[in-house]
């Protein structure tokens, strides 16, 4: 299997190009105060995902019991869109088109985090959160949005965009983690990043 195909989906590159397509498409609808209810959960998502790799970047805070040196950014922005978009996408379909949408969704989001675990680029625990953080993403906002106007645009329109979106951003990299590193070592003022062989060496 092509892990290398699989994880390019939850770059950072695809993922937040298609969370500004989701809240485009809400304030277009003039869905305003769900576009807003999009921005400020996947904001927290995205910023919670930085603060974890800053602070283990910067200072070494991590667990090293968990293998943990923070949250799986891929696995928190697929599951996170790939939830929402299909929660929006399915409002009106009986009970059971909705539960296999949503199952296949999630299907799609574990196999990103399985890419990832594949690679080696994270740890059980660091998919596991990014999981469990994407589909708090997802689940606020449902919550939310259900107690608002939806938008007033066909949804055949996002899933264009979105459809766009992956096509022609899939492969490309966003480089979001050589910028946190960076503003990692800025903060902390250190000269090197910590790295999980710490956790080897018995530091943490």
Do not use: N
Request: glycine share 14%; net charge positive.
């Amino acid at each position: 299997m092509d892990w290398s195909l699989i994880t390019g989906f939850g770059d950072s590159a695809v993922m937040l190009p298609a969370a500004v397509a989701i809240a485009l498409w809400l304030a277009a609808g003039g869905a305003w105060g769900a576009t807003l209810a999009w921005l400020l959960a996947f904001g927290a998502g995205a910023t919670l995902v930085a603060t974890t790799k800053i602070a283990f970047l910067g200072w070494g805070i991590g667990s090293a019991w968990l293998d943990f040196t923070g949250i799986s950014g891929h696995t928190t922005l697929a599951t996170a869109v790939t939830l929402t978009a299909i929660h929006l996408l399915s409002r009106g379909l009986p009970r059971v088109y909705r539960l296999v949408l949503m199952t296949a969704g999630l299907a799609g989001a574990l196999a990103v985090g399985l890419s990832r675990l594949a690679l080696e680029a994270h740890s059980i625990s660091e998919v596991c959160a990014g999981l469990l953080i994407g589909g708090l993403v997802a689940g606020s906002f449902a919550a939310v949005s259900r107690r608002l106007p939806g938008p007033r645009l066909a949804p055949g329109v996002m899933v264009a965009a979105l459809a766009a979106v992956c096509l022609t951003l899939h492969g490309h990299q966003a480089g979001s983690q050589e910028l946190i590193t960076r503003l990692a070592l800025f903060l902390s003022g250190h000269g090197e990043a910590y790295t999980r062989a710490i956790y080897v060496a018995g530091i943490a």
